[in-house]
């Protein structure tokens, strides 16, 4: 793909192979203030979730004191009660939604990618911020046809509906991350193949497959996470039979008495998917939140 | 592939190396190209289905008068929504709710993001433990981070924010800390401080990224014509991260336009909150008012474009040198 020979060029390039080959070692330490300056802010931001954690151990009584009671004994009263509400349901729902949807966006997206990429398409990169430019309309807009024609057909609290939705709003992402990834396979190496005889089994295999397939991880992860946190659609399309994760968490917007450290176990149960692939895809999550713009 | 031209078809690999009728080569490149359109096709095709019909759809019903509850009065109406989107108080002070709010928690993000990005750019004990704990808010499903911001932080009773005044207060001695009720003295604040919380690691994560694709020989080569190290910053590294910050800055603005979460859980539109996104979600839902919520949906997409043109630009320039067309 990339017809920049010029070494100057590669070194500026945003993510050319010539960057990433002379990227800079980090700056040098220098003063002890920086280190502990950055582990401060890093504490900062992480207290709140630390917070969370350490409340949902709490009881009732001791999350709900001024200040807070962070040496208070612990004890999975807040997750018993969280349990008791019936959160199974809506969680099987999120999955059920997240991990469908997320094979379905690899089926439609890996096969797009590859005639964006290795055997690309006439107008490639306007058909490629086409994608782009769909996921730039607001949700919002397009919920109202959404819900009549879901009620027109009887899908309302579907979940195979919100499937579709779901595979719909991640294509875009999907399509731009693998592009991205498979455009790093050698085409060269590919041809080579083709002239020794190589079947196209054995060319996906032995060529395309050590590069597509981090891809394919990377484009999961970050489809999974954006389907396990959506609320508008599920909100607006399901009920009671279909109801999502997050829709579950609407009920605990209004204060019931003494509730925070079941809300904040509630929290912590829905967010540890998201959190363990987050964590998990560390390196990737730049790219596929900035749509494959940043590597 | 069906209408291929026999002539084309017909060939032998060997002839097909060799010389070719001008007709038979132009068919065969159609051919190709229709081939390799084909494992595009299906996604392209749901794409379009599942995106572009429905917003047809809205600017359709967005000229009628359209309401859940008298169907007997539905029928065109013509610019009637429209005229009401923008007379009433009540949508344009959700236009500038949502300005204020998208304003805000971008550049604060931002700044914030910077500030960080080069804090974590440098060399220090724990660096990737650091950078784990400060992508740690941005994973937190964000039903639950306003709702762990709503009940756990901001409350006014039992909060973190207010027991920690407390305590520096204590240590001072005083048993009278400034014990603000957020959520209804400051209700845009604490949506505010929510989101920001959230998407300062997103704008730390792109500027992270920009600030290691820094060449670090121009760096090295200044430090030794004698540079300082804000001369550096300033002509070197920020000229270097001005697109990471436009791109960190346009994609920020179409996520955080499109807000509801948070506004839906930590105020529920009260006190001046209610964004556009929340707005229609209460106009079609609480008001049954289709028409008037689909009028709303295509300003908001009208506004979504303006921001989104410059956007695909930037995406644009930053995959044009990718590309290195």
């Given at each position: 793909m990339s017809t920049h020979t010029n070494p100057a060029v590669a070194a500026t390039s945003f993510k050319g192979s010539g960057a990433r080959k002379k990227r800079r070692t980090p700056e040098d330490g220098g003063h002890p203030a920086w280190g502990i300056a950055a582990w401060a802010v890093g504490l900062l931001f992480a207290a709140p979730v630390l917070f969370m954690v350490l409340t949902s151990f709490h009881s009732e009584t001791d999350a709900a004191t001024n200040p807070p009671s962070v040496l208070a004994p612990l004890t999975l009263d807040g997750y018993r009660s969280f349990f008791a509400g019936q959160p199974w349901p809506p969680l099987i729902n999120s999955l059920t939604a997240s991990v469908v949807s997320t094979l379905l966006v690899l089926v439609l997206a890996v096969p797009a990618a590859y005639a964006l990429s290795i055997k690309p398409v006439q107008k490639w990169t306007d058909v490629l911020f086409f994608f782009l430019s769909t996921k730039f309309l607001p949700i919002v807009a397009g919920l109202l046809p959404l819900y009549l024609f879901a009620n027109s057909i009887g899908v309302l609290d579907n979940i195979t509906f919100l499937v579709l939705l779901y595979t719909s709003m991640n294509l875009p992402i999907a399509v731009w991350m693998m592009r991205s990834f498979l455009a790093e396979v050698p085409v060269?190496?590919?041809?080579?193949?083709?002239?020794?005889?190589?079947?196209?089994?054995?060319?996906?295999?032995?060529?395309?497959?050590?590069?597509?397939?981090?891809?394919?991880?990377?484009?999961?992860?970050?489809?999974?996470?954006?389907?396990?946190?959506?609320?508008?659609?599920?909100?607006?399309?399901?009920?009671?039979?279909?109801?999502?994760?997050?829709?579950?968490?609407?009920?605990?917007?209004?204060?019931?008495?003494?509730?925070?450290?079941?809300?904040?176990?509630?929290?912590?149960?829905?967010?540890?998917?998201?959190?363990?692939?987050?964590?998990?895809?560390?390196?990737?999550?730049?790219?596929?939140?900035?749509?494959?713009?940043?590597? | 592939?069906?209408?291929?031209?026999?002539?084309?078809?017909?060939?032998?690999?060997?002839?097909?190396?060799?010389?070719?009728?001008?007709?038979?080569?132009?068919?065969?490149?159609?051919?190709?190209?229709?081939?390799?359109?084909?494992?595009?096709?299906?996604?392209?095709?749901?794409?379009?289905?599942?995106?572009?019909?429905?917003?047809?759809?809205?600017?359709?019903?967005?000229?009628?008068?359209?309401?859940?509850?008298?169907?007997?009065?539905?029928?065109?109406?013509?610019?009637?929504?429209?005229?009401?989107?923008?007379?009433?108080?009540?949508?344009?002070?959700?236009?500038?709710?949502?300005?204020?709010?998208?304003?805000?928690?971008?550049?604060?993000?931002?700044?914030?993001?910077?500030?960080?990005?080069?804090?974590?750019?440098?060399?220090?004990?724990?660096?990737?433990?650091?950078?784990?704990?400060?992508?740690?808010?941005?994973?937190?499903?964000?039903?639950?981070?306003?709702?762990?911001?709503?009940?756990?932080?901001?409350?006014?009773?039992y909060g973190l924010l207010n027991g920690v005044l407390t305590w520096i207060w204590g240590i001072f001695g005083?048993?009278?800390?400034?014990?603000?009720?957020?959520?209804?003295?400051?209700?845009?604040?604490?949506?505010?401080?929510?989101?920001?919380?959230?998407?300062?690691?997103?704008?730390?994560?792109?500027?992270?990224?920009?600030?290691?694709?820094?060449?670090?020989?121009?760096?090295?080569?200044?430090?030794?014509?004698?540079?300082?190290?804000?001369?550096?910053?300033?002509?070197?590294?920020?000229?270097?991260?001005?697109?990471?910050?436009?791109?960190?800055?346009?994609?920020?603005?179409?996520?955080?336009?499109?807000?509801?979460?948070?506004?839906?859980?930590?105020?529920?539109?009260?006190?001046?909150?209610?964004n556009l996104p929340y707005t229609i979600y209460a106009t079609f839902f609480q008001q049954q008012n289709y028409g008037l919520a689909s009028a709303q949906g295509v300003v908001v997409v009208i506004g979504t474009i303006i921001i989104a043109t410059f956007a695909l630009r930037t995406v644009s320039s930053l995959f044009d040198e990718e590309t290195g067309r």
């Open positions: 060269e190496m590919m041809e080579a193949a083709q002239l020794d005889g190589a079947g196209l089994i054995t060319m996906l295999r032995s060529v395309v497959a050590p590069v597509a397939l981090p891809g394919i991880a990377a484009t999961s992860l970050i489809c999974f996470i954006f389907s396990w946190n959506e609320l508008l659609l599920a909100r607006t399309l399901t009920s009671t039979v279909a109801s999502t994760s997050p829709v579950f968490l609407t009920s605990f917007a209004t204060s019931q008495g003494l509730f925070l450290a079941q809300v904040c176990a509630a929290a912590v149960v829905i967010s540890l998917p998201v959190l363990a692939a987050g964590f998990a895809a560390q390196d990737k999550l730049v790219q596929g939140l900035s749509l494959g713009a940043v590597k | 592939m069906t209408t291929a031209t026999p002539a084309a078809s017909e060939l032998t690999p060997e002839q097909r190396t060799t010389y070719q009728a001008p007709q038979g080569q132009a068919a065969r490149d159609r051919r190709e190209a229709r081939r390799r359109r084909i494992p595009l096709l299906p996604a392209l095709v749901f794409t379009i289905a599942a995106t572009q019909l429905p917003f047809l759809a809205t600017i359709v019903i967005s000229f009628m008068d359209y309401r859940a509850l008298r169907p007997d009065q539905r029928g065109f109406t013509g610019f009637d929504n429209y005229v009401q989107v923008f007379t009433n108080p009540a949508i344009r002070g959700a236009v500038v709710t949502t300005i204020l709010l998208t304003a805000t928690v971008v550049i604060v993000s931002l700044v914030l993001g910077t500030a960080i990005a080069l804090l974590l750019d440098r060399r220090f004990i724990g660096r990737g433990a650091v950078r784990t704990m400060m992508i740690a808010p941005f994973l937190v499903v964000p039903v639950a981070a306003a709702l762990l911001w709503k009940h756990g932080i901001l409350n006014s009773g005083s048993d009278s800390p400034p014990q603000p009720a957020w959520l209804t003295d400051y209700p845009l604040l604490s949506i505010e401080l929510s989101l920001i919380w959230q998407w300062t690691p997103f704008m730390m994560l792109i500027l992270l990224a920009g600030l290691q694709s820094k060449p670090g020989d121009v760096v090295e080569a200044a430090r030794m014509d004698g540079a300082g190290s804000w001369q550096i910053f300033r002509y070197i590294t920020f000229p270097h991260l001005r697109r990471y910050l436009e791109l960190g800055g346009l994609l920020g603005s179409i996520y955080i336009v499109q807000a509801f979460d948070s506004v839906f859980i930590i105020t529920a539109g009260a006190l001046g909150t209610a």
